[in-house]
Every structure is written in structure tokens, then in C-alpha cells.
């Protein structure tokens, strides 16, 4: 079921355009997904002093993740990173019409029916984060943690974590050998994508750095450096450290 947040929050239904409305629960929530762009649109942006302040970052949860037990651990680390409100919303969408006869999740089609099913004219400052089990890639990557889209821009915020790679899982795939590890993993992940998809997009410093693989993904530094971080806590992306 899709958790409901205040009356005067609601927004439609979040659905790919090729299942069936029936299939879902109303979304009752102040926020938006977003893509990350990498593009030197966003550079520009950065450049020239453009950034969005988010108003939350909500973290749709799917509900074919067998093993939740890193997500509290993930908000707790996102909160104190990240200045905006983090919400999450169990979430029951069908992945069946995405998934491919051979190979990975292609990541476009999924974005592109997020994107077309949401009403994106509110809350356009609200950064959304869909996590699903499904391994996926983002062509012509051979496989993506995460594939995200917009930019200040873009009335969209929006992006896909996949956990296909980041939880490690054993019991025949039901239970999470290490909680903790899949959830900061994760953080990196929807933190450095926060800023990008508010505008923040010309450094590569510290958590900034791209990963090409899980191992570097785990040398990844926790934080953001400076001048990044004044920066970002200027532009209410960024907490200042306790």
C-alpha cells in the first residue's frame, strides 16, 4: 500500500502508462520525481549560480524488496545529511511490463512512464527516488545503480535506485547480509543525486565522485567537501555538520 501524507499534499497516481490505473493506490504526497541529468546543462546551471531548494526528498520504497530492514538506517543518514524533509512511501507497482525475456531492466522505458503518469505542476521542487530489487542499465552502460532525470530546467525530479547490486542477499535472496552496508551504499547514491537534480552538478569531489563499480562505490567518501558544502548548505541542499 502507498502511505498517504496530508490531504493538501495529494498528488496523482504514479503507474506506467502501459498497466492499469485498478493496479495501484492513490498517491497522496507533496512531491515529485526527478531525473538526474549529467549533461552541461546542469553545469551551466551550477555555474551561474542556479540551483532549486528542495522541499522534501521522498524515497518510494517497492514492494518486492524482500529484506527493508537498511531503510531506517538510510533515512537516519539522510537526515543528517540532507536539509529537506525525507519521506518514505511503501510502494505497489507492477515492474512485470519493464522487465526483459533476457538481460537487465532497461531503465528508459521505466523512467519515461514515471515520468508521463505523474502530474508534474506541483511540487516541483520535491526530489523522488524510486528503489526496486530489479538489476537494470541505462544504455549504453552495461548496468546502472541508479538512472535519474532533470535538471532546474525540468518540472521533473526523478530517480531509480536499483538494489540488484547493492544488497547483498543470501536465504535464497530474502534476507540482507548487512543492513547497514546496503543503506549507505544507498545514501551515497540519493544524496549526491539530490544535488545534481536541484542544479549541483560541476564537481566530482568526495561524494560527487561517479563509480564505475560496487567497490568504488564503497571508497566513495560519506560527506561532501568544501567548497561543495558551504555551498550546498547555502542553497538548503546540505546540512551543516553538528
Not at 21 to 35: A, E, I, K, Q
Not at 112 to 131: N, P
Request: with cysteine.
Amino acid at each position: 500500500m502507498l502511505h498517504a501524507l496530508p490531504a493538501d499534499q495529494e498528488l496523482p497516481w504514479i503507474m506506467p502508462k502501459n498497466s492499469k490505473p485498478t493496479r495501484y493506490n492513490r498517491l497522496v504526497m507533496g512531491m515529485l520525481l526527478s531525473f538526474l541529468a549529467t549533461g552541461p546543462s546542469l553545469a551551466n546551471d551550477h555555474a551561474a549560480g542556479r540551483t532549486l531548494r528542495p522541499t522534501a526528498v521522498a524515497l518510494h520504497i517497492h514492494e518486492e524488496i524482500a529484506d527493508q530492514r537498511f531503510v531506517p538506517k538510510l533515512v537516519a543518514r539522510l537526515q543528517d545529511t540532507l536539509a529537506p524533509p525525507i519521506v518514505t512511501i511503501p510502494t505497489k507497482m507492477d515492474l512485470e511490463p519493464f522487465r526483459p525475456t533476457l538481460g537487465l531492466m532497461d531503465a528508459r522505458p521505466l523512467l519515461d512512464a514515471l515520468i508521463g503518469g505523474i502530474d508534474w505542476r506541483r511540487d516541483g521542487t520535491v526530489v523522488r527516488f524510486v528503489v526496486i530489487a530489479d538489476d537494470m542499465q541505462l544504455k549504453p552502460a552495461r548496468f546502472n545503480f541508479a538512472a535519474s532525470a532533470g535538471d532546474t530546467s525540468t518540472p521533473f525530479h526523478l530517480s531509480i535506485v536499483s538494489l540488484a547490486r547493492l544488497q547483498q542477499l543470501t536465504d535464497g535472496g530474502r534476507v540482507d547480509r548487512d543492513p547497514d552496508r546496503t543503506a549507505q551504499r544507498v545514501f551515497k547514491l540519493i544524496a549526491k543525486n539530490t544535488a545534481r537534480l536541484m542544479g549541483y552538478a560541476s564537481s566530482d569531489a568526495c561524494l560527487f565522485a561517479f563509480p564505475r563499480s560496487l567497490s568504488e562505490l564503497d571508497a566513495t567518501p560519506e560527506n561532501f567537501c568544501e567548497p561543495d558544502l558551504s555551498a550546498l548548505v547555502a542553497a538548503g541542499i546540505a546540512r551543516s555538520p553538528q
